[in-house]
């Protein structure tokens, strides 16, 4: 299907990727500390005229504050390079509903600007029937707001989720993210929610629109199997895992899932793509 590198077992022509899909936990930072060859590999993605995106499941914080975190690690992108599935949800309301509608929502502040931003209202409750419930992270989950969605969605609305991650690693373990409250309404409602963050399409849509690339052009790079790199693949993508996080070559052989490259970490993939380009 692509062209071989010198490295035998794989098969990814860098040459061919002009833009790029970038997890950010476990790929570019670790917590808050940037992963090795960090701002080298942006550096090189800004020479060479690559575009990227950088994506994150995650819908309780604005692209802004993506923005602020990736400075703080030494690594200034612009608030365009910046995708979340908060605003990868407004992007698909925006397509299903050209015409604007109303909606219930349970998230945050971020959550509410995107979907406001797609051209729908708000409502704060199940008094009217509305067009959409869109669920997202929210530290402020509580009954009243179960109820309203569950009713909205008996009554026939339709059901986003942002992100399908159930939960969510803190210094105190793993606590509840959208998944769990995925699951409490679709218990409750007998409805299944349409899915935008990984590995669902439509972040990776929504990027690919952003830099204008084809599937073809396009590579997905993170850490975990299940969710980058599976999630890329189904989007028809190039995929690209590093090992600074979660997955390594060894998972992926147990696993079963096979980027069409594995790389240590970041260094490597510069250097790797850099050979690649200098190739006549
Ligand atoms: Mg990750």
Redesign the pocket.
Known sequence: MNNSTQNGNRSLNLKAVKGIVL?????LLRGSEPLPGLIGFFDFLRQNKIAFIVGSNNSTRTTAQYQQKLAKSGAPIDLDNVLTSAVATGAYLKREFPDGGNAYIIGKPSLAQAVREAGLEIFEDASQPVDVVVAGGDDELSYTKLKHATLLLQKGARFIGTNPDVVYPTEEGLIPETGTTLAALQAASGVEPVIIGKPQRYLFDTAMQKMGTTHEETAML???LE??ILGGQRAGLRTILVAT??DNERTAADKNIHPDLIVRDLCELTQRWQTALDQP
């Not at 997890?23 to 790929?27: H, L, M, P, S």
């Open positions: 997890d950010i936990d476990g790929t993170g850490d975990r969710t980058d996080g979660v």
